[in-house]
């Protein structure tokens, strides 16, 4: 039997959605919403209506026959921290998203839409969330930081992350939870992820936390300086979490969040985008690094994933310091939706159970 998947994935100015027959999609959009449209809203949640009049209204000029949706399924947003898999919206999901239980973001009105369209086709469908951000598999070794009243915390690339670990392991015919593997996800932000047996046993909060820097995030930044910056007068709380998280990495030194705009200019002779490509590679390598120690060394294949894995000199540059921990196997881009398709399909054929929240 097959089963015919609607999936949403919102952002915060577009909702794409799209519809699967098991793993093949049929039909994919972006429905993009202006600043203006946006800027009607108070909160994310206040825009939930105008999102599924506008998801309601593509799918109609697509033609897709809602009664034919078995299924539908919804990008995670900012839950409590939980395990990974794929989670049937409940009441308390729902009111967490709508709270924002660790914080505002568009992705929060996946689960709710998903519940809400499932209801209009019938009493009957079955509506889910899969791996959102706040996936937490971390061994208690893994929070300690250094103080107590900043624990070290997961938030990652875990849709991306467990779908291409689930995938490798598909391609060489093995259970994902039999296997150690190192994930690589390289976009916007980055996210190194030590998978254990099927478990996340240890990445950075990937958002504003630690790890290397990224297109557009710091990273780890020397504490002592941080809070002297902090402290200095010059910048408000909101324009150093912007520096931390939007206007830090390729941007705050080069003024571009796009990797070949850096490959570009440092092949043009700029010598500090030439540096700073270098130590791009040269921190997530060292990342890879150790989390090869946290896997005590016993690592099947480093996986490098996400939209920055599309370029060969990353690949070849990384490759070249990493290949003596294990074979590297590269799955550039994120599909976020087919992700979200295998999330539910695993569930609708029994392969997995639905988690409650």
């Given amino acids: 039997m097959s089963y015919k998947i609607l999936i949403i994935n919102p952002g915060s100015t577009s909702t794409k959605i799209g519809v699967f027959e098991d793993e093949t999609q049929v039909m994919e959009t972006t429905l993009r919403h202006s600043t203006e449209e946006i800027a009607q809203y108070a909160s994310i949640i206040d ?23 078995d299924v539908v399924v919804g990008r995670g947003g900012l839950l409590k921290p939980i395990p990974g898999g794929t989670y049937a ?37 079955p509506s889910y969330i899969v791996d959102p951000v706040v996936v937490d598999e971390l061994e208690p070794v893994a929070r300690i930081s250094g103080h107590p009243d900043i624990p070290r915390i997961s938030i990652f690339h875990a849709l991306n992350q467990k779908a291409v670990a689930k995938r490798y392991a598909k391609e060489v015919g093995k259970n994902y939870e039999d296997l150690n593997l190192i ?5 916007g932000g980055v996210s190194v992820g030590a998978h254990k047996n099927g478990k996340v046993v240890d990445v950075a909060n990937a958002l504003d936390g630690d790890g290397p820097f990224s297109p557009e995030r710091t990273g780890g930044l020397p504490s002592g300086a941080l809070a002297k910056l902090c402290f200095s007068g010059k910048y408000t709380e909101a324009e150093v979490k912007k520096m931390i998280s939007g206007n830090g990495g390729f941007n705050a030194y080069l003024g571009t969040n796009d990797m070949r705009d850096v490959i570009k200019l440092a092949h043009e002779g700029n010598e500090t985008a030439q540096l700073v490509k270098d130590a791009f590679h040269y921190q997530l390598c060292k990342e890879i690094g150790a989390m090869a120690v946290v896997l005590e060394g016993k690592v099947d294949q480093i996986i490098l994933t996400g939209g920055i894995a599309y370029g060969q000199e990353t690949v070849d540059a990384m490759t070249a310091k990493i290949n003596w921990i294990s074979g590297v196997t590269v799955y550039p881009g994120e599909d976020e939706l087919l992700a979200l398709a295998q999330g539910a399909l695993r569930v609708m054929t029994g392969e997995e159970k639905a988690l409650e929240y």
Avoid: W, Y
């Avoid at 994930?183 to 976009?187: E, Q, R, Y």
């Fill in 183 to 187: 994930v690589v996800h390289m976009g």
């Fill in 47 to 69: 825009q939930k209506d105008f999102r599924k009049d506008v998801i309601l209204n593509a799918l109609k000029e697509k033609d897709v026959d809602l009664s034919s949706i």
């Fill in 89 to 125: 919206t409940s009441d308390a999901l729902i009111e967490d998203l709508k709270i924002g239980k660790q914080g505002q973001h568009a992705s929060n009105l996946g689960g709710i839409l998903a519940k809400e369209i499932a209801a209009e086709i019938g009493s009957n469908i």
